[in-house]
């Protein structure tokens, strides 16, 4: 992605607040029962659709924050999410530039949940790959990852 399709900041909206375990769709149905605890706030940007018709996806770093709270924080990066096929990528917001630890929970959490989701399809009989595909840090973020 171009630098200047970077966006400095995303308003949100919280679906699903750090600790939490039920992620629900657009109509307020249950999507995914996690048998984990989200580490992250997880949202969505108001007036935004993706590739698969939802919302687009937004990580909100940080403190839990309640389900339904909105703000806006700094751009960090972006987890690069394949979904049934489609492109479902996941905006990573927060107060600061990304540290190695929090790079390596996203990858660690989207590649379980990605696993997760892929199950799901299948249980459900919607085909396509489904999973992580990268964690991509936004323009001027410095983000030191061992490998």
Known sequence: ??????????????????????????????????????????????????????????????P?????????????GVVRFMDQGLPDDKWVCGPAPLRPTEAAALEAFFRAYGLAKAVAGRLRRR???TGFVCLEPAPGSIVQMAR
């Open 127 to 129: 085909p396509g790959p």
């Open 64 to 76: 839990a924050l309640p389900r339904g709270a909105s703000g806006e924080a700094p751009l960090r």
């Open 1 to 62: 992605m171009a630098a200047e399709a970077w966006p400095p900041a995303l308003r949100f909206v919280v679906e699903v607040p750090r600790g939490g375990f039920v992620k629900r769709d657009a109509r307020g149905g249950i999507d995914l029962l996690s048998p984990l605890p989200c580490p992250f706030n997880y949202g969505s940007v108001p007036g935004q659709q993706g590739a698969d018709g939802d919302g687009v996806d937004v990580v909100i770093l940080g």
